[in-house]
């Protein structure tokens, strides 16, 4: 019996001692080879389906053309980039399920993406305690200080401080909000009634809808009773087309501002955005010659009447400050990118870009008119010094 | 049609001693999970662990449904409340963290057991069965997704929470991949033989001739509602069990966990196994989980075309699912066979 229990006892320790040695023989000596020599893996993890379907592809494509550009130039410090593109849905259970993919089972060097801040919550629950890289390339509400999370789109002291002085000055001193129900709106939100206060102006009301709301009436119905100078709209991804739908055949006749409208949004209903006001990072009208011919190798590679906007320009961006950081920083090693990636710049469609100490990136406020699916600069503010009060990474 | 079910009910009384071929099965499928950890690394063993308590969850729409014939369309809305429960709990309210898994645990399945006893008792008692129980309980999935995503000061709405806690047992963590996946399988295998047996009993035959007529079951002196709702609810409180374990395994509770998309899936996953096996529904969530693996990494689009197709050949071509059905056509052969002679 005793006998019995040894050999199985034995056979246990054989498969574990197997196990191990399989295990240590995938995941040392030959990671620390590939880490060094192979190619560089990227995760791209994003809301290709659901809500941001709209935003989404433009994104990946300016993704694709950052790491085709890379790869025909012969790619990042010598080593060629692969990359593996994730759905996160615009749930959060979505991205949490991807990110943790892309970073435990595809084992990428970094992950780049992300639209709705519901999402860079989720994956950074992820990415962060496991000291991985996140690069999120979506404008947002800041507040977020993480050495491991690094953002290339704008914060509100970028878009919404300048926005609103310019539309207190022009527009009138009241707005009433109404947003999609999820971090970005709410946190925007505080951002605005403070940035309005700051400049002697009020925010009449802020009412926040679930995702695939239908019927923006009832509240359209409310705001024409508060009577504000301009509409501040905050929906997400298909959501505000939905409310630019009846927010038009409502006819209010009020201003409308949303810092969510871009050249995809206006060139999909140009009518719908008509007179309009935004405020992005990158419209497709600057006239630079790194625009041009931005502009020029995105249309050969996706057709000319593609638009591109800030998130997609953001994304492009990200990829190739993630380059010049490993270059700096001689390995993909995370630790050492991070610290690298402080200290890289790149000439951007929008200008140069770079990141501050609290890893957001400097960029442009430029605030502007859509014009039959253009858009009209009616202030450039140039580039802007993120601000996250209290952070110093 | 009732002629031939009484006797084959009570042939199954006299062979209830020996092991059914259910039971070798899910010993089998047992002994094969708790060795699988030495084969799997980190990130593997959280996706065996997670399908393990989708298993869970779909062993408890087959401890209602299977054994019932009763189908819940609902069930999402249970295994929602459970993940709900915990997370609120933990996120909400200042527990002791050496006990706060536990409290969570209990806010959820005790939900779960409220919602189902009240719900059920309306509607069990007041006769309504068949489809209109399925569309009661659809409805049922309805209102708690929109109470979860219209209520963001509690429930986090559309994003739903994140940061619950792992599974705490008086200061014992179970956070790691091993750990947790045991703690699932522990969990499953003690759901998985505590049904087998109750319904390998008397329970389950009464349960099984309510199938074929209450109304007989009734005048034998039965209360037949009582039993269909107190089955209704420890099947949701099962399901509330899986939520809860799954919410903190995971560390987040989003909408997706309570919508009528998870409530069809925990229905293909029974079905795929064969409904009223129990076993069958454990088998049928690995199925499915690794069908949509293999399928996903070929082509993305092309798993919800696949399961939606299956979902109709269900319906239409073997409603009591695949195994069932090769089951009934070789005992269709036999028969013919038989009459041969």
């Excluded at chain 2, 809860?244 to 997706?256: E, I, K, M, R, S």
Aim: hydrophobic share 50%; with cysteine; glycine share 10%.
């Amino acid at each position: 019996m005793s006998k019995r229990n040894l050999t199985r006892r034995q056979t246990l320790a054989t498969i574990g001692k197997g196990a191990a040695l399989a295990g240590a023989a995938t995941l040392g000596m030959p990671a620390i080879v590939r880490a060094q020599s192979g190619p560089i893996k990227l995760g791209f993890l994003s809301g290709l389906t659901g809500l941001e379907t709209i935003l989404g592809e433009t994104q990946l494509n300016c993704f694709e053309l950052a790491v085709s550009q890379i790869n025909a130039a012969s790619g990042i410090a010598g080593r060629q980039v692969e990359f593996i593109v994730e759905d996160d849905q615009t749930t959060t259970k979505g991205a949490i399920e991807k990110a943790r993919k892309l970073i435990n089972q595809d084992q990428v060097d970094a992950t780049i993406g992300l639209i709705a801040s519901l999402t860079h919550v989720a994956a950074r629950s992820v990415t962060t305690p496991a000291k991985k890289l996140l690069m999120y390339t979506t404008y947002y509400e800041g507040e977020v200080c993480e050495r491991y999370f690094f953002s290339t789109g704008q914060i509100p002291n970028q878009q919404i401080d300048p926005s609103v002085e310019w539309l207190t000055a022009n527009e009138g001193k009241t707005t009433y909000i109404i947003g999609s129900d999820y971090v970005w709106p709410r946190k925007s939100a505080d951002a605005i009634r403070a940035s309005m206060e700051a400049k002697g102006g009020k925010v009449l009301d802020a009412e926040f809808f679930p995702f695939g709301t239908s019927d923006f009436g009832p509240a359209l119905d409310r705001v024409k009773s508060a009577n504000p100078d301009f509409v501040w709209c905050m929906c997400a991804g298909n959501d505000l087309i939905t409310f630019l739908k009846q927010f038009n055949s409502f006819g209010l006749g009020k201003q409308l501002f949303s810092q969510g409208l871009d050249d995809v949004f206006s060139q999909a209903e140009p009518e719908l955005t008509n007179g309009a006001i935004s405020n992005q990072a990158y419209f497709m009208g600057i006239d630079s010659e790194a625009n041009n011919a931005f502009k020029k190798a995105y249309g050969d590679m996706f057709g000319a009447d593609k638009p591109i906007n800030a998130i997609g320009e953001a994304a492009y961006n990200a990829v190739y400050l993630y380059k010049a950081a490993v270059e700096k920083a001689g390995t993909t090693e995370t630790e050492a990118v991070i610290d690298a990636l402080g200290q890289v710049s790149f000439d951007a469609p929008q200008g140069t870009v770079g990141f501050a100490a609290n890893n957001v990136a400097r960029s442009n406020s430029i605030l502007a008119r859509a014009n039959n699916g253009a858009w009209d600069v009616i202030n450039n503010y140039g580039q802007v010094d993120p601000v996250v009060a209290g952070c110093s990474l | 049609m009732t002629t031939t079910t009484m006797p084959s009910a009570l042939g199954r009384l006299t062979q209830r001693r020996k092991l059914g071929p259910a039971f070798i099965v899910a010993i089998v499928v047992v002994i094969v999970l708790a060795v699988l950890p030495a084969f799997a690394e980190g990130y593997a063993l959280t996706s065996y662990r997670d399908v393990l308590l989708f298993a869970l969850f779909a062993l408890s729409l087959d401890l209602f449904w299977g054994k019932t014939g009763i189908l819940s369309f609902g069930h999402a809305t249970f295994f929602g409340l459970g993940a709900y429960g915990i997370a609120i709990t933990a996120i909400h309210f200042e527990i002791d963290p050496s006990i706060v898994s536990l409290v969570g645990m209990l806010v959820g399945v005790g939900m779960a057991a409220g919602v189902a006893l009240v719900v059920g008792y309306f509607i069990l008692y007041g006769g309504v069965r068949g489809a209109y129980f399925t569309i009661v309980t659809l409805a049922l999935t309805l209102i708690a997704n929109h109470v979860a995503v219209g209520w963001p000061a509690v429930t986090g709405g559309d994003s739903g929470l994140i940061g619950v806690p792992p599974i705490s047992i008086f200061g014992w963590t179970l956070a790691d991949p091993i750990s947790s996946y045991y703690l699932a399988l522990t969990v499953l295998a003690a759901c998985l033989f505590g049904s087998m047996w109750v319904m390998g009993g008397r329970l389950g035959l009464i349960l099984t001739a309510i199938q074929d007529d209450e109304i007989k079951v009734r005048t034998l002196g039965y209360k037949t509602p009582f039993l269909l709702l107190m089955t209704f609810a420890a099947s949701a409180s099962m399901a509330a069990v899986a939520g809860g374990l799954y919410a903190a395994a995971n560390g987040f509770v989003a909408p997706d966990m309570i919508a009528l998309l998870l409530s069809t899936e925990v229905i293909i996953w029974v079905a795929v196994g064969g409904s009223g096996t129990l076993i069958g529904a454990v088998i049928g969530t690995a199925i499915v989980w690794w069908l949509q693996q293999k399928i996903s990494s070929i082509n993305a689009s092309a798993w919800p075309i696949a399961i939606g197709s299956f979902f109709i050949l269900l319906v239409l071509v073997f409603p009591k699912g695949p195994a069932a059905f090769v089951i009934d056509r070789i005992r269709h052969l036999r028969r013919e066979e038989g009459a041969d002679r």
